[in-house]
C-alpha cells in the first residue's frame, strides 16, 4: 500500500521559513515525478513545484519563483520544499503527489496527472 505522509508544516510569521518534508513508502518513486500542491479555504487546489526523477527538472508556478524550492532524496524516498520569504497568501494545506506514469523527465502540472496523494499539511503565515 502505498502512503505519502507529510510533514513540517505550521504557524510562521510574514518574510519566515518553513521546510516540508514528503515521505514515501509502498514503491519507490525515484524515476517518476512527484509535486506539491496547495489549496487556501475556498479556492481549488493548484500546482505550486514539481520536480523529475532525476532532479533536473522542476516546474514552479509563479508566484513563488525565487523563494521556494523543491528537491528530492530518492535514497530517503523522500520529498522536500523549502519555502523562504513566506506571505500570507502562501497559507494553504500543502500536499505531496506522485505520478506513477514515467515521463520522459518532464513533469505535469495537471492535478489529474497524479496518482498517490497525502493527507495534507496546514501551512499559516501570520501578517
Known amino acids: 500500500q502505498v502512503q505519502l505522509v507529510e510533514s513540517g508544516g505550521g504557524l510562521v510569521q510574514a518574510g519566515g521559513s518553513l521546510r516540508l518534508s514528503c515521505a514515501a513508502s509502498?514503491?519507490?518513486?525515484?524515476?517518476?515525478?512527484m509535486a506539491w500542491f496547495r489549496q487556501a479555504p475556498g479556492k481549488e487546489r493548484e500546482f505550486v513545484a514539481g520536480i523529475n526523477g532525476g532532479g533536473d527538472n522542476t516546474p514552479y508556478v509563479e508566484s513563488v519563483k525565487g523563494r521556494f524550492t523543491i528537491s528530492r532524496d530518492n535514497a530517503k524516498n523522500t520529498l522536500y520544499l523549502q519555502m523562504n520569504s513566506l506571505k500570507p497568501e502562501d497559507t494553504a494545506v500543502y500536499y505531496c503527489a506522485a505520478d506513477r506514469t514515467w515521463r520522459w523527465g518532464l513533469v505535469s502540472t495537471r492535478l489529474s496527472d497524479y496518482d498517490y496523494w497525502g493527507q495534507g499539511t496546514q501551512v499559516t503565515v501570520s501578517s
Open positions: 509502498g514503491r519507490t518513486f525515484d524515476s517518476h515525478p
